[in-house]
């Protein structure tokens, strides 16, 4: 029995399907977790590594600042999916006595950056965090989220969530930082109209991000309260639409969903170079590559924490919000004769 390339390719794409949506404890599992253990190995052990940087090392400056407005000192924080400790670098012993670093990859925490604040590196899944309930005042994550397989859906038990809610103390505070759905949209749109053109379809070759509407609910089903998110866009500029993608897969960042596409043909390639630069490019030559950072903010309940006020306590009517200046004029005047 003689069988076709293109039958064995087709079979490929059937067994990555199957295994996205197989599940393990109620999660979709989108991602080959041992793939992107693999990436971020390679990445990091590069001898240039360090000129790949540029994104987490901003989006670590960035989550850093939001530790730095909480108004308090954490004597045990932890970083989850720490890379190279790039948030780290930005804090100091007066903000975090004491800090754990875990991350999938060893060569990644070998090479991480230095602080002064004094740390303990743990070698661990993100999905399955090896500490006891209670134990961290602080949990950081920046820019690892997105690899997680239980969070591109709001709709399921966010089970890593539901982890950091529990290794953190009553009155802890989760801050993290992770692409956002608007992620490298240029070369998802470049790349998937190259493929209609040149294959009659095309196959997803940008991660499956989560939307900013479901981070809401990934906290507050796990538990968290007093709840902020935004938003943030880091755009950089780049010579061409190959060097986007040389510079992601030397920050590890490369996609490792199961349905992934194995090979993109040389002509659909050399075709996606010229859309992305007709589309988006710059008039100097360079093409722009949008980057959109969440940041998220969720604190475990405590009976120390303000509540919110009963419905219907309030003593002002949203109706009077027009006559606002003339009710502070009359206030004013009373006031005078007082």
């Known amino acids: 029995m003689s069988v076709s390339v293109k039958s064995l390719r087709s079979l490929r794409c059937l067994w990555r399907g199957w295994r996205g949506l197989s599940s393990q404890g109620g999660a979709i599992n989108v991602f080959d977790r041992s793939m992107k253990r693999s990436q971020k190995q390679w990445a990091s052990s590069l001898l240039d590594s360090d000129k790949y940087d540029y994104l987490r090392d901003e989006v670590g400056s960035r989550l850093a600042d939001r530790v730095y407005d909480v108004s308090r000192t954490f004597p045990l924080a932890l970083d989850v999916g720490c890379g190279k400790s790039h948030i780290a670098e930005h804090l100091n012993k007066d903000i975090v006595e004491r800090l754990f670093l875990t991350d999938i990859s060893d060569s990644s925490l070998r090479n991480r950056k230095k602080c002064e604040i004094p740390t303990q590196c743990v070698l661990a899944d993100e999905e399955f965090l090896p500490f006891k309930e209670n134990t961290f005042d602080l949990v950081l994550s920046s820019l690892s989220l997105h690899w997680i397989n239980d969070l591109p859906g709001a709709f399921r038990q966010p089970v890593f969530v539901i982890q950091i809610h529990q290794v953190l103390k009553p009155d802890g505070v989760f801050i993290g930082a992770m692409v956002g759905g608007e992620t ?79 090979l993109l043909h040389r002509d659909t390639i050399l075709a996606a170079a010229a859309i992305y630069k007709e589309m988006y490019g710059n008039e100097d030559g360079s093409v722009p590559a949008t980057f959109q950072i969440l940041y998220m903010i969720g604190w475990k309940p405590h009976e120390s924490q303000a509540k919110p006020a009963k419905r219907g306590s309030a003593n002002v009517s949203f109706a009077d919000l027009s006559k606002i200046g003339t009710l502070q004029t009359h206030h004013q005047k009373t006031n005078e004769k007082s």
């Open 184 to 262: 490298l949209y240029e070369l998802r749109c470049s790349l998937q109209l190259a493929e209609l053109e040149r294959e009659g379809g095309f196959a997803p070759h940008i991660s499956p991000y989560t939307a900013v509407t479901d981070l809401g609910n990934l906290l507050g089903q796990a538990g968290f309260n007093m709840l902020t998110v935004d938003i943030d866009e880091v755009q950089v500029h780049y010579p061409g639409m190959l060097e986007v993608m040389s510079d992601l897969q030397g920050m590890g960042e490369s996609n490792c969903a199961w349905n992934r596409k194995s």
